[in-house]
């Protein structure tokens, strides 16, 4: 890898353009399309410097650009605040990943360290990279002898001049009020309005443009040399260092598949045999299958790990012993997967007694997505175990996306107004922190409420339009996001209705006596 470029001024000047539209977008803002304005700003000074330097992009590694354009357009269309945190994450990864493979290196090739060990590189390089950058940009500029000459007398008079200027302006400052007052005014920069504010957004611009300098110097000076990275170098060692023998895997093996065959049996008996077989135990079909969806979860996690680390650690001889570490592996994947299943079944029981939750809707599409990948564990499995990761990465992405499509916070206020309809129960002060995603969807079903629920929703939602009226910051166009558009104008249309809402007290009151029982599980939420 080379460390240098043709034209470090260039990349600086790059650099510090999108440091200042990172402070014109973002500082004082809500974020919304700015985060995809800003991501499209760093990949065409990306694709121009390219053009300019001579870089050729490795073209096998560009469909990342796919979902980081889509997670960057999702924060002008959603305003769940866990979603927005989601979706910003998920760009700063795909964009240090995007610089490590721009030129060099295959993203599909990479094993779960291996994406790991991209980010921390990229990370690091954006960090340092910019220091031998600005250096080199000097030396183009230095300055000559002659220049220098000239220069230094005049450095060395300012020095002179400057206790002898303190004197005087004390003195000075000590004889009149009014100048002292100009000197107080200029020493405490008053004459600039916010001063500290002025201070915190160069600092941030310059950051910003220091980290986009690096960035940028490292994915256009990284080379592929067609050699194998480091991390898989050294991956591919260590099961020569670090190693256990076929019979001590397999036993792991076995053990496991026979605790999870028993606890298979019992779910196909008791949990999806229904209420007769549980009820002969003395248990009530609710206690039964209202818990435990966690701790299923992760002994599921856990599961995958287990596999991939005996995969990796365990040492197989002969055709044989590799088939039965493979039949081994697999009948604990499938196990696994019903104890998902189970999971899955659970959390819905779970969903229709108390309502949903952010956390419960997204457990509940993460067992679905890790259930996929255990389906892709098996074909690597048998067929391409060095491509698990890459399934691994787009597992992780389509839970993200399907997060995004979904639209949580409209999904959770159709269902528990659904539930409500149907049960008379409802979290109406949960519904009510809801974000702006779920605004239409309240105002749609508002009429199927009753009494202090409908109350509260109703004088809730009336604030809300009292707030985005005083502070119009969202209206800004950096922080154009179509969920708030969407609620303000439901919201207006509606204006005349909500001007009648009143508050309802006590907060205690307005939830119904039903979810009191969830109080054991509020971590749910």
């Known amino acids: 890898m080379t460390d240098t470029t043709t034209s470090p001024r260039r990349i600086l000047t790059a650099a510090l353009a999108i440091g200042c539209l990172f402070d014109l977008l973002f500082y004082g803002k809500l974020p919304g399309v700015s985060v995809l304005l800003f991501t499209l700003t760093i990949l065409s000074a990306l694709t121009v410097l390219a053009r300019m330097e001579g870089v050729s992009p490795a073209r096998r590694n560009l469909w990342i650009l796919v979902p980081l354009i889509f997670f960057a357009a999702m924060l002008a269309v959603r305003s769940n605040g866990f979603l927005l945190f989601l979706d910003i994450a998920a760009c700063i990864v795909l964009l240090a990943l995007l610089a490590y493979f721009y030129t060099a290196g295959r ?20 960090l340092f990279r910019a220091a031998p950058l600005v250096s080199a940009s000097v030396k183009g500029r230095g300055m000559s002898n002659q220049s220098a000459r000239r220069l230094l007398p005049v450095l060395r008079g300012l020095l002179i001049a400057l206790p002898v200027a303190v004197v005087f302006i004390v003195l000075l400052a000590s004889a009149d009020i009014v100048f002292a007052r100009y000197v107080a005014s200029i020493l405490s920069l008053q004459f600039v309005p916010d001063i500290r504010a002025v201070l915190w957004q160069v600092v941030i611009a310059l950051s910003v443009a220091w980290i986009v300098a690096g960035g940028l110097v490292f994915a256009l000076t990284r080379r592929d040399t067609g050699e194998e990275e480091p991390w898989e170098t050294a991956m591919s060692s260590i099961p020569t260092a670090v190693h256990i023998g076929f019979t001590e895997g397999a036993t792991v093996l076995v053990v496991v598949d026979l605790i999870f065959l028993f606890f298979g049996w019992i779910q196909l008996s008791y949990l999806f045999g229904g209420q007769n077989n549980i009820a002969i135990d003395g248990f009530t079909y ?5 818990r435990g969806f966690f701790e299923l979860l992760a002994v599921s996690i856990l599961t995958m ?7 990796w650690l365990t040492w197989r001889e002969t055709r044989k012993q590799a088939l039965a570490f493979r039949l081994l592996a697999t009948l604990m994947a499938g196990l696994t997967l019903l104890l998902l299943a189970s999971a899955f079944f659970r959390m819905s029981l779970y969903e229709e007694a108390y309502g949903y939750t952010h956390l419960r809707l997204f457990v509940h599409l993460f067992e679905i997505w890790l259930a996929l990948l255990f389906g892709w564990l098996l074909v690597t499995l048998w067929l391409r175990p060095r491509q698990f990761a890459i399934g691994f990465f787009a597992a992780a992405l389509g839970f993200l ?32 922190d809801l974000s702006e995603d779920a605004t239409p969807a309240l105002l749609a079903g508002i009429d199927r409420l009753h009494g202090d629920e409908q109350s509260l929703l109703l004088y809730s939602l009336q604030q809300r339009l009292e707030r985005m009226k ?35 007290y006590p907060p205690s009151e307005t939830v119904a006596p039903a979810d009191e029982s969830d109080s054991s599980t509020s971590g749910l939420r």
């Not at 090739?109 to 590189?121: D, E, H, M, Q």
Request: hydrophobic content about 45%; cysteine-free.
């Open 470 to 504: 005083s502070d119009t910051g969202w209206q800004g166009l950096a922080s154009l996001n179509l969920s708030r558009w969407s609620a303000y104008d439901a919201l207006t249309r509606n204006q005349v209705r909500l001007a009648q809402a009143k508050p309802v």
């Open 107 to 126: 993203i599909h090739r990479s094993g779960l360290v291996g994406y790991y060990i991209s980010f921390v590189v990229s990370a690091v390089n954006s």
């Open 286 to 290: 609710a206690d039964y299958a209202r």
């Open 305 to 311: 790990g287990l596999i991939l680390s005996l995969h």
């Open 401 to 432: 996306v399907t997060i995004n499509l979904l639209n949580p916070d409209a999904l959770i206020a159709e269902q528990n107004i659904a539930r409500y309809a149907a049960t008379g129960k409802i979290d109406s002060y949960y519904l009510a």
